[in-house]
């Protein structure tokens, strides 16, 4: 039975709330909500309330829209994937490191799973675009943890893998399998899209551009028509895949998405990166930014990830400056919204020859709650408005990290931690207090710990015999310092 008490949040040292297409900052605020939605924000309100919430000083802001997650195997390449390359395909860890080693398991990506909700609903992701293999049990995983989720299954038909370090080979899609996988990703609709009080949502996720041909990316295109189901996929990630793409249909991979419909308002692009003009693609096709703005496709920006392997998106003003939705996501490690806010704003201005103007701490959090919202078509998320969905954050502000205290905005971007996270709560319900998780206790957490290492010290022990060279996980990726 729908518990529909109403709640009200007050003593804060701000609300950041919603009105006339921008987010703004309430000084004192309080909010209001009354089973899943929000009734009120402002100064002080007026009506009859079931439980008040002390925010003790806190700072309250609409929970974090993250859009792109690999949960259920993000975070076993942590300590292994950092410091590494492959020096003849431009130091992308994609192919040797990536898809070059076998993926996990069905119980192993369970165990992964509950780690990374364990992770990511403390750090404030109310809602999380998950993408990965999306069996029964992992979405059910999903919807019983109290998170706000989209959750595609992964359907690409081909890969694309190094065998010998020096070329990449992009094998014959099997495009039985690919429609196959299709098949089973409507049927997770069918089964499971607006299970857990409407919480949970099924998409699409055909992988990588580079690794499925047109007619099956027509195919992806029909189904999310018939379906109403929205379309992430990896592009623009790789010099490897931009070339492929070129050569093999002769134009840029945001043209050849556009030509075969994987384009649009319902479509994450995620990554794309290396467009025409980067310092890693010199090659001179230009009009790939315009086609994402005259199309109204959401570009997913995950700086983190690549940044840590020695690039990033050279200039995230001209996709702001032409249009483009820009959203956020974590995807792989680590799992915090706010480690991909920093990243976003500080590398954008050194790569725009140190303009600290550009990408501001509002632009940032815009991207973060407004724009995910957007992206997937939800005027009732990303935002603290009534009507809204009660999905809200409560950071402690007497730190640290908060004080001196005056732009809380500009600290959450630049030195906030997600530790001092107070309060999480989804659809109305309280997940986190106090800081503590109320769905899982410290014991779980030990189990969490215990389950992810063993998953990664067993996956490490047998990388020798999946490396194209039978190296060990020691030669593929050495040890800092030496371990006697």
């Given at each position: 039975?729908?518990?529909?008490?109403?709640?009200?949040?007050?003593?804060?040292?701000?609300?950041?709330?919603?009105?006339?297409?921008?987010?703004?900052?309430?000084?004192?605020?309080?909010?209001?909500?009354?089973?899943?939605?929000?009734?009120?924000?402002?100064?002080?309100?007026?009506?009859?309330?079931?439980?008040?919430?002390?925010?003790?000083?806190?700072?309250?802001?609409?929970?974090?829209?993250?859009?792109?997650?690999?949960?259920?195997?993000?975070?076993?390449?942590?300590?292994?994937?950092?410091?590494?390359?492959?020096?003849?395909?431009?130091?992308?860890?994609?192919?040797?490191?990536?898809?070059?080693?076998?993926?996990?398991?069905?119980?192993?990506?369970?165990?992964?799973?509950?780690?990374?909700?364990?992770?990511?609903?403390?750090k404030g992701s109310t809602t999380i675009q998950e993408l990965g293999k999306a069996t029964d049990e992992m979405v059910q995983k999903i919807g019983e943890s109290g998170v706000r989720a989209y959750i595609g299954m992964h359907s690409c038909p081909g890969t694309a893998k190094t065998y010998d370090g020096k070329s990449v080979v992009n094998s014959e899609p099997d495009l039985k399998y690919g429609y196959s996988q299709l098949e089973k990703n409507v049927l997770l609709k069918e089964k499971f899209d607006g299970k857990y009080h409407d919480r949970v949502h099924i998409t699409l996720f055909p992988g990588e551009d580079e690794c499925t041909p047109p007619e099956f990316l027509k195919e992806v295109r029909h189904l999310a028509d018939l379906h109403k189901m929205k379309i992430t996929i990896h592009t623009g990630q790789s010099v490897q895949e931009y070339n492929y793409i070129v050569e093999k249909y002769g134009v840029t991979p945001a043209q050849y998405l556009v030509d075969n419909g994987i384009c649009g308002p319902d479509v994450f692009w995620t990554h794309y990166y290396l467009k025409s003009g980067h310092h890693l693609n010199p090659r001179k096709m230009p009009g790939e930014l315009e086609l994402m703005a005259e199309t109204k496709t959401n570009l997913v920006h995950c700086p983190w990830v690549v940044g840590r392997r020695g690039y990033a998106m050279e200039s995230l003003q001209q996709y702001l400056e032409k249009g483009i939705n820009v959203v956020l996501g974590t995807?792989?490690?680590?799992?915090?919204?706010l480690y991909e806010m920093r990243a976003a704003s500080v590398i954008c201005k050194i790569m725009e020859g140190g303009d600290p103007f550009a990408a501001s701490a509002k632009t940032i959090f815009d991207m973060a709650t407004l724009g995910g919202a957007k992206a997937l078509g939800r005027e009732d998320l990303g935002r603290l408005?009534?009507?809204?969905?009660?999905?809200?954050?409560?950071?402690?502000?007497?730190?640290?990290?908060?004080?001196?205290?005056?732009?809380?905005?500009?600290?959450?971007?630049?030195t906030a931690r997600s530790v001092y996270i107070d309060r999480v709560i989804v659809d109305g319900n309280t997940l986190v207090a106090n800081g503590k998780n109320l769905r899982v206790s410290e014991q779980e957490y030990e189990k969490l710990y215990e389950q992810l290492q063993d998953v990664a010290t067993r996956k490490w022990a047998a990388i020798h015999e999946q490396d194209w060279a039978g190296r060990s996980i020691e030669e593929m990726s050495p040890l800092s310092y030496p371990e006697e």
């Open positions: 039975m729908e518990n529909l008490s109403t709640v009200l949040i007050k003593n804060t040292s701000h609300v950041v709330g919603y009105k006339n297409g921008g987010h703004y900052l309430i000084k004192n605020g309080q909010i209001a909500y009354k089973g899943n939605e929000i009734i009120y924000v402002g100064k002080k309100f007026e009506g009859q309330v079931d439980e008040v919430v002390d925010a003790k000083g806190g700072l309250v802001i609409p929970g974090f829209v993250n859009v792109h997650a690999h949960m259920g195997t993000g975070p076993v390449d942590k300590g292994f994937i950092e410091d590494c390359g492959t020096p003849n395909l431009y130091m992308t860890t994609l192919y040797e490191y990536n898809r070059g080693i076998k993926g996990l398991a069905i119980e192993d990506l369970l165990k992964v799973m509950d780690f990374s909700l364990a992770e990511m609903i403390p995807d792989t490690f680590p799992q915090d919204m408005a009534p009507g809204a969905k009660a999905d809200i954050v409560i950071f402690d502000t007497k730190n640290m990290d908060f004080l001196p205290y005056r732009d809380p905005i500009k600290i959450l971007v630049y």
